[in-house]
C-alpha cells in the first residue's frame, strides 16, 4: 500500500509541532442526478465510481497525475485496516467494501472516499497546525470535481448530505492535538464543556473515556450550516493556538516535578529496548516520550520519528507492513521491533 | 570510607560468576582471660580492642600492613551503615558502637569485628565461588592471631564461642547465589527442605518471604560441631555446584519465553534511564539484567559492573559517596545517576 517515491505526510512534524501533531480537513459531496448512498442500487454505485474517477483520470493535471485508484472490492482485510490507522478512510468505509472505491495521492495527504456515507468524501491532511494551507488544496480539489460533475446545492440550504448535521458547507475541519499535560491537570472536561457553546467539539482519539490512551484529541468543528467556511477555520484555529498555549504552560509546570522527568526517561528506555510492546502501553509510553522530547528533555528522538511511529506501529499497518498475518503476540513482538528501528536509525 | 587505592573485591566477577556473587568465610575467635562480650565491662572491652589491634599492628607483615583501623564509636550512622551494606560487618555490629572495633584489609576482601557477639569476628570474602582458597587466607590470619593472643579452646568441644551454635569450629562458610530462575520455577523451598538434613541451610539474602528481593540467596553451614572445617566446606562446595547447574538448566528454559526476554530488555532500558529508583524496583530490575547478561543475551553490560552497581546503590553507600544527607527522595535520584553512571562508564 506504501508509495515508495514520495514521502508519506505523516513522516512529517510541523507548525506547533510540540502540541498539534495534525490537521484535517474533509468535504462532503454528492451528485445531484443520484441518490444518496443507502438508496443506491449496486449498479449505481459502480456508476458513481465510475463518474468520480474519470473526473480524476480522464483530464490529467499536475494534481491529478498524483492520484491513484484503490479498489476496495478486492483490498484484503489488513490493508484496509491500516487505510483506516493512516487516517485515509473511516472504520465505516472498510465495513463493506462493496460499490466503494479510493482515490489517493501519493503522499496519502489526499484522499477521496467514493460512496461511504455521501458519494465523495475529500478528505486533505497535513502535519502540524496548518487550516488555511489544507482548505485551499481542499478547494481547488472541490473546484476541480465540480467542473466534471454536477453536485447537489440547494441556494439556501448550500450543499446536500445524507446526514443533516453535515447540511451546508459540507466541510469538517478537525486538529489532532497531543494534550498529556491538560490531561494530567484534569482541566480538559471543563475546558471541552465551553467549547461546545461556540460550536466546535475536542474528543479522545483513542477511547470515548476521561483518559484517551496516548493523550490524543480531536478538536473539530460541529456547525455546517449558517457559518461560512473561513469562519469555522478562524474559530478552530484560534481555539486551538488557545489550547496550545495553555498546554505549554501545563508543560512547564508538570516538568519541574522530578516524578515527570522519571516517566519521560523510563519511556524511552522501555521503547528503545522491549521486546514485546502491547498496543495500549506502547500508547502510554510514546505520548509520554513526545512530552519530553517537545519541551526539549530529549533530544536524540526528533517529533518526526515520533508522528512516523505512531502510524507505523498501529496493528494492521504492522502486518501490512511486514509478511507475517500471525496473531496478537506476533504483533506486539513486531510493534516491539518496527520501534526499535525507528528509534534508533533516522 | 573508600580506599582509593586498591580496587574492592566486590567490582569483580568470578569463578561460577553467572549463579554465585561472592563467597564468605567467618571464623568467630574468643580470648581465654576474658568473659564473652556480653559480659564484659567498657573497661575490659577497650582492653580487648587494644590487644587485638596490637596483635596486627605490632607485628608487621606483608598481610598485617594492608589493615586499617576503623574506630566504631567515631563513625556516623551513614558510615556505619554502609559498612553492613558492603558486607563488613553485621547489623547487630553498628546498633551498639560504644567499645567495638573493626580492623580492614585495603581491599576490603578481610575485616575483623572486634567485641560483637565474639571478641573476634574474622571474616574473608571474594567475588564469585572460591571456599578452599578463602579458607586458606582465614587459616593464615587464624594463625597469626593464635601466635599473638590465647583463644578460648576446649580439647574435646573445640573454639568455644558465646552461641552454641558457633561452638567447635565457629566457621560459617556461605555462598551468595542468584537464583532467578529457580525462584521462579518454584522449586527452591523443596531444595531447601532437603538441604537441613546435610546440615546446611539457604535463605534469601534480602527479606526472609518466599521471593526475596533481587533472587538474592545465601547458602551456608548449620553445623560446626562434630564436622572438621574441610568437611563443611567439601558439603558446601558440592551443593553450591549442584544449585549452579540446577539453575543454569532453569535459566535455558527459562529464556526460551519471549516474555522474559523482553523483562530482560526492559531492565536494562529503565535502569539505563530511570531518573529515581526505589530500592525495591531497583534489586528486582538489576536481578533481571544480571539474568540476561549472564545468560549472553546482553553483551554490553559485565558481570563486574552489575556486582559493583549492587554495592554502590544501596542506600547509605550512597549517601557516604556523596555529600548529601537528604530523604529518600534524594537517595532514590542519587541511586538512578550512580546507576546511570556505573552502566555507561566501565
Same mark, same amino acid.
Given at each position: 500500500?506504501?508509495?515508495?517515491?514520495?514521502?508519506?505526510?505523516?513522516?512529517?512534524?510541523?507548525? /506547533?509541532?510540540?502540541?498539534?501533531?495534525?490537521?484535517?480537513?474533509?468535504?462532503?459531496?454528492?451528485?445531484?442526478?443520484?441518490?444518496?448512498?443507502?438508496?443506491?442500487?449496486?449498479?449505481?454505485?459502480?456508476?458513481?465510481?465510475?463518474?468520480?474517477?474519470?473526473?480524476?483520470?480522464?483530464?490529467?493535471?499536475?494534481?491529478?497525475?498524483?492520484?491513484?485508484?484503490?479498489?476496495?472490492?478486492?483490498?484484503?482485510?489488513?490493508? +484496509?485496516?491500516?487505510?483506516?490507522?493512516?487516517?485515509?478512510?473511516?472504520?465505516?468505509?472498510?465495513? $463493506?467494501?462493496?460499490?466503494?472505491?479510493?482515490?489517493?495521492?501519493?503522499?496519502?495527504? &489526499? +484522499?477521496?472516499?467514493?460512496?461511504?456515507?455521501?458519494?465523495?468524501?475529500?478528505?486533505?491532511?497535513?502535519?502540524?497546525?496548518?487550516?488555511?494551507?489544507?482548505?485551499?488544496?481542499? +478547494?481547488?480539489?472541490?473546484?476541480?470535481?465540480?467542473?466534471?460533475?454536477?453536485?447537489?446545492?440547494?441556494?439556501?440550504?448550500?450543499?446536500?448530505?445524507?446526514?443533516?448535521?453535515?447540511?451546508?458547507?459540507?466541510?469538517?475541519?478537525?486538529?489532532?492535538?497531543?494534550?498529556?499535560?491538560?490531561?494530567?491537570?484534569? @482541566?480538559?472536561?471543563?475546558?471541552?464543556?465551553?467549547? +461546545?457553546?461556540?460550536?466546535?467539539?475536542?474528543?479522545?482519539?483513542?477511547?470515548?473515556?476521561?483518559?484517551?490512551?496516548?493523550?490524543?484529541?480531536?478538536?473539530?468543528?460541529?456547525?455546517?450550516?449558517?457559518? @461560512?467556511? /473561513?469562519?469555522?477555520?478562524?474559530?478552530?484555529? %484560534?481555539?486551538?493556538?488557545?489550547?496550545?498555549?495553555? /498546554?505549554? $504552560?501545563?508543560?512547564?509546570?508538570?516538568?519541574?516535578?522530578?516524578?515527570?522527568?522519571? @516517566?519521560?526517561?523510563?519511556?524511552?528506555?522501555?521503547?528503545?529496548?522491549?521486546?514485546?510492546?502491547? @498496543? %495500549?502501553?506502547?500508547?502510554?509510553?510514546?505520548?509520554?516520550?513526545?512530552?519530553?522530547?517537545?519541551?526539549?528533555?530529549?533530544?536524540?528522538?526528533?517529533?518526526?520519528?515520533?508522528?512516523?511511529?505512531? &502510524?507505523?506501529?498501529?496493528?494492521?499497518?504492522?502486518?501490512?507492513?511486514?509478511?507475517?498475518?500471525?496473531?496478537?503476540?506476533?504483533?506486539?513482538?513486531?510493534?516491539?521491533?518496527?520501534?526499535?528501528?525507528?528509534?534508533?536509525?533516522?
Amino acid at each position: 500500500m506504501t508509495n515508495k517515491t514520495a514521502t508519506e505526510w505523516y513522516k512529517k512534524s510541523g507548525a /506547533e509541532g510540540d502540541v498539534v501533531i495534525s490537521t484535517r480537513i474533509r468535504l462532503a459531496r454528492n451528485l445531484k442526478k443520484y441518490p444518496f448512498p443507502c438508496r443506491l442500487s449496486m449498479e449505481q454505485k459502480k456508476q458513481v465510481l465510475l463518474e468520480v474517477k474519470s473526473a480524476i483520470f480522464d483530464n490529467p493535471s499536475a494534481l491529478t497525475e498524483r492520484f491513484r485508484y484503490v479498489d476496495m472490492e478486492t483490498l484484503d482485510d489488513v490493508a +484496509s485496516v491500516s487505510l483506516v490507522e493512516r487516517h485515509l478512510v473511516s472504520p465505516e468505509f472498510i465495513s $463493506n467494501r462493496e460499490g466503494r472505491g479510493l482515490l489517493l495521492l501519493d503522499d496519502e495527504s &489526499v +484522499s477521496i472516499m467514493v460512496n461511504e456515507e455521501d458519494h465523495i468524501r475529500m478528505q486533505v491532511m497535513g502535519e502540524g497546525l496548518q487550516l488555511e494551507a489544507l482548505y485551499d488544496t481542499a +478547494s481547488r480539489l472541490d473546484t476541480l470535481l465540480d467542473e466534471r460533475l454536477t453536485f447537489a446545492f440547494h441556494e439556501e440550504l448550500g450543499y446536500l448530505t445524507q446526514c443533516p448535521t453535515n447540511l451546508g458547507t459540507g466541510m469538517r475541519a478537525s486538529v489532532m492535538l497531543h494534550l498529556p499535560a491538560l490531561q494530567e491537570s484534569g @482541566s480538559l472536561p471543563r475546558i471541552a464543556g465551553g467549547l +461546545s457553546k461556540i460550536g466546535l467539539t475536542i474528543r479522545g482519539m483513542y477511547g470515548e473515556n476521561s483518559e484517551p490512551k496516548g493523550a490524543l484529541y480531536q478538536l473539530s468543528n460541529q456547525v455546517t450550516l449558517g457559518l @461560512s467556511e /473561513e469562519t469555522a477555520l478562524e474559530n478552530l484555529k %484560534g481555539v486551538a493556538m488557545q489550547l496550545v498555549e495553555q /498546554e505549554r $504552560n501545563a508543560r512547564e509546570a508538570l516538568l519541574k516535578n522530578v516524578q515527570m522527568e522519571d @516517566s519521560v526517561w523510563r519511556s524511552l528506555g522501555i521503547l528503545k529496548n522491549a521486546r514485546r510492546l502491547e @498496543s %495500549g502501553e506502547f500508547m502510554t509510553l510514546v505520548s509520554r516520550l513526545r512530552l519530553g522530547v517537545s519541551c526539549g528533555l530529549i533530544h536524540d528522538v526528533s517529533l518526526d520519528q515520533l508522528n512516523r511511529i505512531m &502510524v507505523e506501529a498501529q496493528p494492521a499497518t504492522l502486518m501490512s507492513l511486514s509478511d507475517s498475518k500471525n496473531g496478537s503476540e506476533e504483533r506486539e513482538i513486531l510493534r516491539a521491533r518496527r520501534v526499535r528501528e525507528l528509534l534508533i536509525d533516522v
